[in-house]
């Protein structure tokens, strides 16, 4: 009973009505999210449509291995945050804990990951501009949307790692109880980044291959 107590927070009368109150704020955030990561989804869609023998050929030069490896990162990491998720539910202190941190360790192999596949395209000046290798002219176009798209991602996995590693201390601390519906919002924000990379794995890495 001390430890329910301990995950109410004010100004919220019982923890149900606090549990429905993340919910609805974590999924308006969510929400906003989508119509962003979906403004560029739908950039992506028209100028591929316009140009898809340049897309073709600008896919063809993504590294698969690095975005296979990340792909399979990135799943990994939403099943131990769903473990993670159920083993707070159940009060498992050390598994949650143990989840958690296997959940950042993942998420910190992806951005290791993509700062490599990063490099190797930089060395090969696949950046718009000048020196850029590839032709027609509109490939250009690809990479340019590859490095905002991936970019904008890495942004957010880092910051979910950040989240997941402040929730882990508060829970090791015991600053609030693992029961508490602090994990439900790690997990439901963490689910969306995976999903967004499920999107983008097919639309840069298999561009050209299928």
């Given at each position: 009973m001390s430890d329910l107590a301990g995950a109410l927070r004010e100004p919220w009368p019982n923890l149900r009505l606090q549990r429905e109150g993340v919910g609805v704020g974590l999924w308006l955030f969510l929400a906003s999210e989508v119509l962003f990561f979906g403004g560029l989804f739908a950039t992506y869609t028209i100028y591929r449509s316009l140009n898809a023998?340049?897309?073709?050929?600008?896919?063809?030069?993504?590294?698969?291995?690095?975005?296979?490896?990340?792909?399979?990162?990135?799943?990994?990491?939403?099943?131990?945050?769903?473990v993670a998720l159920?083993?707070?539910?159940?009060?498992?202190?050390?598994?949650?804990?143990r989840c958690l941190a296997i959940t950042a360790a993942l998420g910190f192999a992806f951005l290791v990951c993509k700062g490599l596949e990063y490099h190797g395209d930089l060395e090969e000046h696949l950046v718009p501009g000048p020196r850029f290798p590839l032709s027609p002219p509109a490939?250009?176009?690809?990479?340019?949307?590859?490095?905002?798209?991936?970019?904008?991602?890495?942004?957010?996995?880092?910051?979910?790692?950040?989240?997941?590693?402040?929730?882990?201390?508060?829970?090791?601390?015991?600053?609030?109880?693992?029961?508490?519906?602090?994990?439900?919002?790690?997990?439901?924000?963490?689910?969306?980044?995976?999903?967004?990379?499920?999107?983008?794995?097919?639309?840069?890495?298999?561009?050209?291959?299928?």
């Open positions: 023998e340049a897309f073709r050929i600008a896919g063809e030069h993504t590294e698969i291995i690095y975005g296979s490896i990340n792909t399979v990162l990135l799943l990994t990491s939403s099943l131990t945050i769903t159920r083993a707070a539910t159940l009060q498992l202190r050390a598994l949650t804990l490939t250009q176009i690809f990479w340019g949307l590859y490095w905002i798209m991936t970019g904008i991602h890495a942004i957010h996995l880092s910051a979910g790692i950040a989240v997941v590693l402040v929730v882990f201390t508060l829970f090791q601390r015991r600053v609030i109880p693992v029961q508490g519906s602090t994990m439900e919002g790690v997990a439901i924000y963490w689910h969306f980044v995976d999903s967004v990379w499920v999107v983008l794995y097919p639309l840069i890495y298999l561009m050209g291959r299928s």
